[in-house]
């Protein structure tokens, strides 16, 4: 199994920029469909990027698209979630997720489809 861990959380001020980490170990990431999801105070947690097992395919929720990227690093097997232009609206806590049926020809948009979670990290914007 794999294990993961998020970092890169932080208060930063409206049109702001963050890059959040997630650091995995146990396994590679090229056997995981990976992706982030976020949850807000009082709210369901809710998908925000997602990437395949190979990295060459990704999705984004109509929120955030044009303003964040997910990528992979596989030589140091971590998964990245730039975030720029940031709003209000994005303060969350943020959670990495990783699906091991790298097979599937959809990444999951809901997150009981994920089998392995971070731990996840705070992301406060301010106005």
């Known amino acids: 199994q794999v294990q993961l861990v998020e970092s890169g959380g932080g208060l930063v001020q409206a049109r702001g920029s963050l890059r959040l980490s997630c650091a995995a170990s146990g396994r590679a990431i090229n056997f995981y469909i990976m992706a982030w999801f976020r949850q807000a105070p009082g709210k369901e947690r809710e998908i925000v990027a997602g990437?395949?097992?190979?990295?060459?395919?990704?999705i984004y929720s109509d929120s955030v698209k044009g303003r964040f990227t997910i990528s992979r690093d596989v030589a140091k097997n971590t998964v990245f979630l730039q975030m720029n232009s940031l709003k209000p609206e994005d303060t969350a806590v943020y959670y990495c997720a990783a699906d091991g049926r790298d097979y599937l020809p959809n990444i999951g948009t809901n997150p009981i489809q994920y089998d392995y979670w971070g731990q996840g990290t705070q992301v406060t914007v301010s106005s």
């Open positions: 990437s395949s097992a190979s990295g060459r395919t990704t």
